[in-house]
């Protein structure tokens, strides 16, 4: 059992502030919550201590001091949950701190441009580090990732080998969505729609534009448009199935506008490969959306339910579906990162030199049972068509 402390960096924003609650609310020991604002760090942790009699430790760093991110990380046994976002701007620090140390690392992030440069960049440094890095663990997109499992083990169950699974991303609401968005979530879908995304094809990560492609998926007899993007499942689903040989990923946020926004990044596209637009492009979602500027209500996120959707194919024919409730985007996200955390903090990566290590999907990182058990623990709920 590893004996590391848990680090909440980003403690004081929307998305960590809810996560601060779930590892209270776990009563993991040895937790630091981390950020840039020492009286907030510290009104935080005292209501933490009397809402649930649960000690913890505060620390000051900033990304813009690197070396403050650093310093949060000091030992390989060290578990470092980063909020900080959006992750293409501000993440840099706490992954190459815990990176650099061989730590264990747990993001929130759901930017594939971040996404790929954990898997391809930080990944095989993180294998010669012996750094777990465990990217994107929240809504984006560990429930596509547990939903595209049990939609391939069906299919194999039944006698098919997959080579395609569509993964489709929804929430069921009764809020307006703009009421379901919080300041870094907006930030962070500003800044991605200028930069490249991907896909895997034909047995190959394949670099594309952001919502090139638009599908349909029927949930409750009612039809759901939704836009490609690029998850961390066009890594992780053809670790589980190698004889895959496409993987698409939507996100339906977009509702009855999806078309039009595929259309409008059809038309900027080509625009996008000027070397000046992206900058510009951060810049201006930073000032829209400067980032943690706060998020739904309780009640709003009350209002609001998971719903993601696997199907698994043989050629054209749709040969299994797997449909994925759970609580809100924001609440369930916090419950995967503090899950998370405390398993890794318990051994669940495996202990000592046995530890996996490199950027890992959710299946590689905890194993398939484990996995499965621990999202049904914080309110996944799977269901077979």
């Not at 719903?307 to 609440?331: H, K, L, M, N, W």
Request: glycine share 10%; with cysteine.
């Amino acid at each position: 059992m590893s004996s590391g402390r848990v680090i909440l960096f980003g403690a004081t924003g929307y998305t960590g502030h809810l996560t601060a609650e779930a590892l209270a609310r776990r009563g993991v020991p040895g937790t630091i919550l981390a950020g840039r604002n020492a009286p907030r760090l510290r009104r935080l942790a005292d209501t933490l201590e009397e809402a649930h009699d649960w000690q913890c430790e505060i620390a000051e760093a900033d990304v813009s001091t690197p070396v403050s991110v650093n310093e949060l990380v000091d030992s390989p046994q060290d578990i470092l949950i980063s909020t900080v976002g959006p992750f293409t701007r501000f993440g840099k620090p706490a992954i190459e701190a815990a990176t650099s140390t061989g730590a264990v690392y747990i993001d929130s992030t759901g930017e594939p441009p971040f996404v790929r440069r954990v898997f391809e960049h930080y990944g095989p440094r993180a294998k010669r580090t012996g750094a777990s890095l465990i990217t994107a663990f929240g809504y984006d997109y560990v429930p596509g990732n547990l939903a595209g499992l049990l939609a391939i083990r069906a299919a194999e169950a039944d006698g098919f080998i997959p080579t395609r699974v569509d993964v489709g991303y929804f929430v069921q609401k009764t809020a307006d969505t703009r009421r379901l968005v919080s300041g870094g979530t907006l930030a962070s879908s500003l800044a991605i729609m200028t930069e490249p995304s991907f896909a895997f094809r034909n047995g190959a990560l394949a670099t594309v534009r952001p919502a090139a492609d638009v599908r349909s998926f029927t949930i409750d007899g009612r039809q759901w448009d939704a836009l490609s993007i690029g998850g961390t499942e066009n890594f992780t689903l053809p670790e589980v199935e190698p004889r895959l040989r496409d993987v698409r990923v939507f996100i339906g946020w977009a509702g009855s506008r999806t078309r039009t926004v595929s259309t409008v990044g059809r038309i900027l596209e080509p625009f996008t490969r000027l070397p000046v637009l992206p900058g510009m492009a951060t810049a201006l979602a930073a000032r829209i959306a400067p980032g943690s500027t706060g998020g739904p209500a309780p009640e709003d996120r009350a209002s609001a339910r998971t719903c993601v959707v696997a199907e698994a194919f043989t050629g054209d024919r749709r040969i299994s579906s797997v449909t994925v409730t759970g609580p809100s985007p924001y609440d369930l996200t916090a419950d995967l990162l503090a899950w998370a955390a405390d398993t890794a903090r318990r051994g669940g990566l495996g202990a000592g030199a046995a530890r996996r290590s490199g950027a890992l999907g959710p299946v590689e990182a905890f194993g398939e049972d484990a996995f499965v058990v621990g999202a049904s623990s914080i309110g996944l709920t799977a269901t077979d068509e």
